[in-house]
């Protein structure tokens, strides 16, 4: 069983959907990212968090360490918003654990 | 954005050659990472790097060997490259270590291609 499980695995929405993407872990963590990659392949950090919400434009991501689980919430869906979306969870140094990732596609 | 630059970008070569891959950073961040990514797997750590000339192995470092002479610079290298080490590279800085309290800056990846 992968340490880091995330759901769907495929989400295809239409423009201005409220989306919600899953991420469970197994493990005891200091941190958990959400990262961001592009059709071209390009990765980008969204939010590192250990505790509670954060919340930047339409992307809200929320923590439960207690549950070990984390949500990716996107209000107002765009076609732009279509990418990869990846948690990591950190369990100590320099070590990050990667979930496959969720493919989101937002339809006009 | 960050200032991270990988090269090359595209490489192909022959089982066998040599292949070295390089991250170069403008932002003066202690940490760097180089992982792989491939179909069905997560990112997956190949060697990290928590300062000038010092670097640990990560998960899947067998086969390959990094070096960081100065900050700003973290080269991977594939001594001998076999077709298992066909990939997507991307190398990551930090400031503070990725499993704590390190937000991740991730290069534009290195495809690489092993006939």
């Known amino acids: 069983k992968n340490e880091v499980e995330q759901s769907p695995q495929n989400l295809t929405a239409q423009e201005g959907e409220f989306i919600t993407i899953n991420c469970s872990y197994s493990?005891?963590?200091?941190?958990l990212h959400w990262l961001q990659q592009h059709p071209g392949g390009g990765i980008v950090s969204l939010f590192m968090?250990?505790?509670g919400k954060k919340k930047h434009g339409r992307l809200i991501a929320t923590i439960n360490i207690q549950e070990k689980h984390s949500s990716l919430h996107i209000t107002a869906s765009h076609p732009r918003d279509s990418a990869v979306y990846i948690c990591?969870?950190?369990?100590?140094?320099?070590?990050?654990?990667f979930g496959e990732g969720t493919q989101l596609t937002v339809n006009p | 954005d960050a200032g991270i630059t990988q090269s090359p970008r595209h490489k192909v070569t022959e089982t066998g050659t040599p292949v070295t891959l390089r991250c170069h950073q403008t932002?003066?961040?202690?940490?760097m990472y180089w992982y792989r990514q491939d179909p069905g797997h997560g990112l997956r750590l190949i060697h990290y790097?928590?300062?000038?000339?010092?670097?640990d192995k990560g998960e899947v470092s067998d086969g390959y060997s990094v070096s960081r002479s100065k900050t700003e610079d973290f080269l991977l290298t594939l001594e001998s490259a076999t077709s298992s080490q066909t990939s997507v590279y991307f190398c990551a800085i930090s400031q503070g270590l990725a499993g704590e309290t390190g937000e991740l800056f991730f290069g534009e990846g290195s495809r690489l291609t092993v006939l």
């Open positions: 968090l250990s505790s």
């Open positions: 932002e003066n961040h202690r940490y």
């Open positions: 493990v005891g963590i200091s941190a």
């Open positions: 790097s928590y300062g000038v000339k010092d670097t």
């Open positions: 990591a969870v950190g369990t100590s140094g320099s070590r990050l654990t």
